[in-house]
């Protein structure tokens, strides 16, 4: 089982940046896929951002050329650079690994895009 903490999220105006990160334990050497989701009340939640082994990234279209994801092996911890944002993008974000063919979620971070 994996482990997920994310930290990062919070208020910003729009046009700001802000970086999301996500810490990965437990079972991090059977790692395939992790990435980023967000959702708002009443709303289904939605892929932002995917990294597979092999540094393949999928992005919504919604968050193409404005949203960076990444991953650090050696410290086990996906990011999420967020740039150019705008009020839609307020949400919580969750993390999410894949491992053993099995989902783990994290708690989730708030990020606020207002002025």
């Known amino acids: 089982q994996v482990q997920l903490v994310e930290s990062g999220g919070g208020l910003v105006q729009p046009g700001g940046s802000l970086r999301l990160s996500c810490a990965a334990s437990?079972?991090?050497?059977?790692?395939?896929?992790m990435g980023w989701f967000r959702q708002n009340p009443g709303k289904p939640r939605e892929s932002v951002a995917i990294?597979?082994?092999?540094?393949?990234?999928n992005y919504a279209e919604s968050v193409k050329g404005r949203f960076t994801i990444s991953r650090d092996n050696a410290k086990n911890t996906v990011y999420l650079q967020m740039n150019s944002l705008k009020p839609e993008d307020t949400a919580v974000y969750y993390c999410?690994?894949?491992?053993?063919?099995?989902?783990?979620w994290g708690q989730g971070t708030q990020v606020t895009v207002s002025s």
């Open positions: 999410y690994a894949n491992s053993n063919s099995m989902g783990s």
């Open positions: 990294i597979i082994s092999g540094g393949i990234r």
């Open positions: 437990g079972s991090i050497n059977s790692i395939g896929a």
